[in-house]
């Protein structure tokens, strides 16, 4: 392909098929625009998945450090983007969240009616379903066994799924197709609609000319070695962005346009627990419980924070336990009687993303001491938690401390003067803002349907757009609002391709 | 290749440029390679790279000091495993290594921190792999909790990357009790109830184990 290439042109450029990008290539295919979604990651389909995380981590995923606190963050990196990746979670926007957004930050548009519309459209696409008793592991029962002794509130977490056959991958692309994800739903619909998916191609900076977006530059990548190609030039009068929180807004930042500002995460860390019986937790789905008492959204209003069971697969059991040597080994040789739980913590903190002079990103995010101490307050609630549940031993993620047997032993985590490395593994897989939309042009980087200020044509569409994080699973959420925001640039792309809608990807 | 030890001022030099960025990427995407190459000299034999397993970018006495890491970490049975070749960490960091190469420069100025830092820097006077089980474990101690947090940072590099080059394995898993993935009786028995027991806390009371 060379440039001036007719397929070097097209109606609509979306840039990642993700939770963000996904829906809004489907819906701008399917209200007739001539679609080309680019994806710096590969394309791997379900056959691929060998549930074998030496072969499906370097494959599906990226991390990065932020180098002021020690925190990693993760995301997807393959088509599909993080929803190849995540445990399938899936929790309707928070009305407490769109009210904020709406009162806080003068999204006067973002109506819960409006976007319900857009969720229920999600919800029916992605299968989400409701988790029910058959679909709870031993691990996600422990967690829900102590919360009941405590007298706390739970719930199984709805899942987007079809026919799951609790292998415990979710997180590591679903073997058996099962997982709803992106892979399987947006993009081959996108397709079949017509949309072009170039995977293994990196889009360098958008182009603006006269206040207008003309396309993008991008380089293809070589499928052995990764090496970037030729610089390529596509050219459109709509390129809508969704190339996650690690990516739009360093993307936006290397086209001269403003952003990085307001980012946002949920932070985790993970607390471990040893049961006399066998848990097998490494099976099953990846996560599907949820103590929601400590939430405040969704009608809770508590301290911020959800404890939600996770896979007890080895590698990331034993980044997160605290010791090495013997004491790790102890822990690990427990391994088929190991239950786990991630904290899902509603961050106050607020991280600013960068690029530096190869334009690459930079993060930068140091947890407040408000955030530090809900940490703290929910690994002493789950350290309860699992001794109410009968755990014999309980490994809290804080390097130093001593695994615990009773609470009255949890003195210890109240006198560790908590740093963010004090963590063994403090990580975020829910990333927010970055490009965040905005009431006005200073407080932000687009208005409330994603029009990045400035540059007409150009959108953004995925989680980098919210302009906070949502305090639960948030794949649903970033879904809806691509979708809507999707809606918006294809009624805005003028009235020849607007008469060429085929059928609105709300009412399908 | 150089087998001598480094200065401890070249040490200090190395760990005031460790990149913090660079480094703190580690450890989570995990990769690198060294700019203090150096051979094996007087190292034990069990970790020297075998011949059939040239390092793409680890030099030989990186490849052994994140051998002798990995093996202080994961703690005896494990060792084992890595001293028979059973499991090979660093030969799988490596690997890692290789596929994101804008690490290895900060990995391998980490793993020379390790290997050539001595007291007051770190708790001990000889190389990192002259020395002994206690000894490189009472090294890991301190880098684990210092109060210096570019020896913490090194710590959970070094940690991030040898549980993802030890834990991945499927040589680990056996180890471990983990009978692999699509075990169709190790799911069912995860999808089992869970069995009634009759007291809160402290372990099992009702005759449940299974």
């Given at each position: 392909?060379t ?12 840039v990642?098929?993700?939770?963000g ?8 295919a399917?209200?007739g625009?001539?679609?080309?979604v ?6 791997h389909?379900?056959r ?7 072969t ?8 990065t450090?932020?180098p002021?606190?020690?925190m990693?963050?993760?995301?997807g990196?393959c ?8 445990d399938?979670?899936?929790?309707r ?11 806080e930050?003068g ?6 009616s ?5 969720a229920?459209?999600v ?8 988790t029910g008793p ?6 996600a029962?422990?967690?829900e066994?102590?919360?009941?002794r405590?007298g706390?509130?739970?719930e ?13 991958l979710?997180?590591?692309?679903c073997p058996?197709?099962?997982k709803?994800?992106a892979?399987?739903t947006?993009?081959?619909?996108a397709?079949r ?7 293994r191609?990196?889009?360098e900076?958008v182009?603006v ?11 293809r990548l ?9 610089l390529?030039r ?5 390129v809508?962005?969704a190339?996650g ?6 993307l ?5 346009i403003?952003a990085g500002?307001?980012l946002?995460?949920h932070?985790?860390?993970s ?8 848990v097998?937790?490494f099976?099953g789905?990846t996560m ?7 939430s ?18 080895p590698?990331t ?17 427990a ?10 913590l509603?961050?106050e ?7 530096d002079?190869q334009g690459t ?9 408000h ?9 002493r609630?789950?350290a309860?938690?699992y001794l ?32 963010p490395?004090?963590?063994?593994l ?5 990333l ?15 208005d409330?349907?994603?029009r990045?200020?400035?540059v ?22 970033i ?13 805005a ?12 990807s709300?009412?399908? | ?36 190459p150096?051979g ?8 020297v ?5 040239v390092?793409f ?8 000091t994140?051998?002798?890491?990995s ?8 060792a084992?495993e ?26 391998g ?5 390790l ?6 820097l ?8 002259a020395?002994?089980?206690a000894?490189?474990?009472r090294?890991l101690?301190?880098?684990?909790v ?5 020896l ?12 993802l080059?030890v834990?991945?394995d ?18 069912a ?7 009634v027991?009759?007291?809160v ?10």
């Amino acid at each position: 392909m060379t440039p001036g290439d007719e397929s070097l042109r097209a109606d609509a450029i979306v840039v990642g098929t993700g939770a963000g990008g996904g829906p809004a290539a489907t819906a701008l295919a399917e209200a007739g625009l001539d679609v080309l979604v680019l994806e710096s990651g590969a394309r791997h389909e379900t056959r691929d998945f060998d549930g074998e995380p030496a072969t499906m981590l370097p494959r599906l995923m990226k991390a990065t450090t932020v180098p002021d606190s020690g925190m990693e963050l993760y995301a997807g990196a393959c088509v599909g983007g993080s929803t190849v990746v995540n445990d399938a979670l899936c929790w309707r926007p928070p009305p407490e969240v769109l009210a904020r957004w709406r009162d806080e930050y003068g999204l006067r548009g973002l109506e819960d009616s409006d976007f319900s519309r857009y969720a229920d459209a999600v919800w029916q696409q992605v299968h989400a379903t409701p988790t029910g008793p058959g679909d709870l592991s031993r691990n996600a029962r422990l967690l829900e066994r102590g919360a009941q002794r405590l007298g706390w509130v739970g719930e199984a977490m709805a899942r987007n799924v079809r026919g799951c056959a609790h292998l415990g991958l979710c997180n590591l692309g679903c073997p058996t197709g099962a997982k709803q994800s992106a892979l399987l739903t947006w993009v081959p619909r996108a397709e079949r609609a017509g949309a072009r998916v170039q995977p293994r191609t990196r889009v360098e900076r958008v182009l603006v000319e006269a206040g207008r977006v003309r396309g993008v530059e991008a380089r293809r990548l070589d499928a052995a070695t990764g090496q970037a190609g030729d610089l390529l030039r596509w050219e459109s009068p709509l390129v809508v962005l969704a190339a996650g929180v690690l990516e739009t807004p360093a993307l936006l930042l290397r086209s001269g346009i403003p952003a990085g500002a307001g980012l946002q995460f949920h932070s985790s860390v993970s607390v471990t627990a040893r049961f006399p019986e066998r848990v097998y937790g490494f099976y099953g789905p990846t996560m599907s419980y949820a103590v929601t008492e400590f939430s405040d959204v969704h009608g809770r209003q508590g301290p911020g924070f959800m404890l939600e069971n996770v896979t007890v697969a080895p590698m990331t059991t034993a980044a997160s336990l605290p010791g090495f040597g013997p004491a790790l080994e102890h822990a690990m040789a427990a391994l088929p009687h190991l239950a786990r739980t991630v904290v899902v913590l509603r961050d106050e903190t607020r991280g600013r993303l960068t690029i530096d002079r190869q334009g690459t990103a930079v993060v930068s995010y140091a947890p407040v001491p408000h955030d530090l101490e809900r940490l703290r307050l929910a690994i002493r609630q789950l350290a309860r938690l699992y001794l109410a549940a009968g755990a014999e031993e309980v490994w809290l993620p804080i390097e130093g401390l001593a695994p615990i047997r009773r609470e009255a032993e949890l003195g210890g985590l109240d006198r560790v003067a908590l740093t963010p490395r004090d963590f063994t593994l403090l990580y975020a897989v829910h990333l927010f803002g970055g490009a965040n939309m905005s009431a006005t042009p200073q407080t932000g980087a687009c208005d409330e349907f994603g029009r990045v200020w400035g540059v007409r044509g150009l959108y953004v569409s995925d989680a980098s757009c919210l302009p906070s994080n949502t305090g639960a699973n948030p794949q649903i959420t970033i879904m809806a609002n691509a979708l809507r925001i999707a809606d918006g640039s294809a009624l805005a792309s003028g009235p020849r391709r607007a008469s060429r809608r085929r059928h609105s990807s709300v009412s399908s | 290749m150089n087998a001598g030890p480094l200065s401890q001022e070249a040490v200090e030099k190395a760990l005031t440029a460790l990149h913090r960025r660079g480094f703190l990427q580690l450890a989570g995407a995990v990769a690198a390679t060294t700019l203090f190459p150096s051979g094996c000299g007087a190292v034990p034999s069990e970790l020297v790279p075998p011949s059939e397993r040239v390092p793409f970018v680890l030099s030989e006495r990186g490849y052994a000091t994140f051998q002798a890491f990995s093996m202080s970490l994961v703690g005896p049975a494990l060792a084992r495993e890595i001293r028979t070749r059973a499991l090979d960490p660093a030969s799988a960091a490596d690997a890692w290594v290789a596929r994101q190469p804008a690490l290895a420069r900060t990995l391998g100025q980490g793993l020379v921190v390790l290997e050539w830092g001595v007291w007051p820097l770190l708790a001990k006077w000889r190389p990192f792999t002259a020395l002994g089980d206690a000894e490189r474990e009472r090294v890991l101690a301190r880098l684990a909790v210092s109060r210096i947090e570019l020896l913490r940072d090194l710590y959970r590099g070094l940690k991030s990357l040898a549980t993802l080059a030890v834990y991945t394995d499927p040589a680990a898993r056996r180890v471990l009790g983990h009978p692999g993935p699509f075990v169709a009786e190790g799911i069912a028995l995860a999808m089992q109830p869970l069995p009634v027991r009759s007291r809160v806390g402290g372990g099992d009371a009702s005759g449940s184990h299974e």
